[in-house]
């Protein structure tokens, strides 16, 4: 029997995606931003329910690192900030909605 070779997993491009959006919630926040486009960090943790603000601002602060999220501010007194996809952001949307895709199809 021949032996499987093993692949480092930083050289995986599937694990390299997972470590962007793998995260529990970043999908939804992705869907969020791909469907209604520019959003304010209290439209997405209305939209998520059941998101802990703590949560959402890591997830948020994780997508911009990665540069698929910009965070755009509005108002400097107080600071104010919306959150808007990148093109590299927008680059994952057939990803979101062949997710949305399966969901509709198998799982129910």
């Known amino acids: 029997m021949q032996k499987q070779k093993t692949q480092n997993i930083s050289d995986c ?13 970043t999908c939804l926040i992705m869907r969020d931003l791909l469907l209604h486009g ?3 960090f209290q439209d997405l943790q209305d939209s998520l329910d059941g998101i802990a603000p703590t949560t959402l601002s890591d997830r948020l602060r ?3 690192q990665h ?3 910009e965070r755009r501010f509005y ?3 107080p600071p104010r900030a ?3 996809l990148t093109a590299k952001g927008r680059d994952l949307g057939p990803i979101v909605a062949a997710m949305r895709a399966w969901g509709r199809k198998h799982a129910r």
Do not use: F, H, K
């Open 13 to 25: 491009p599937v694990a390299r995606t997972l470590d962007v959006i793998g995260s529990n919630w």
């Open 38 to 40: 520019e959003r304010r």
């Open 62 to 64: 994780t997508l911009e």
């Open 67 to 69: 540069g698929v999220v």
């Open 75 to 77: 108002s400097m007194n």
């Open 82 to 84: 919306e959150y808007v």
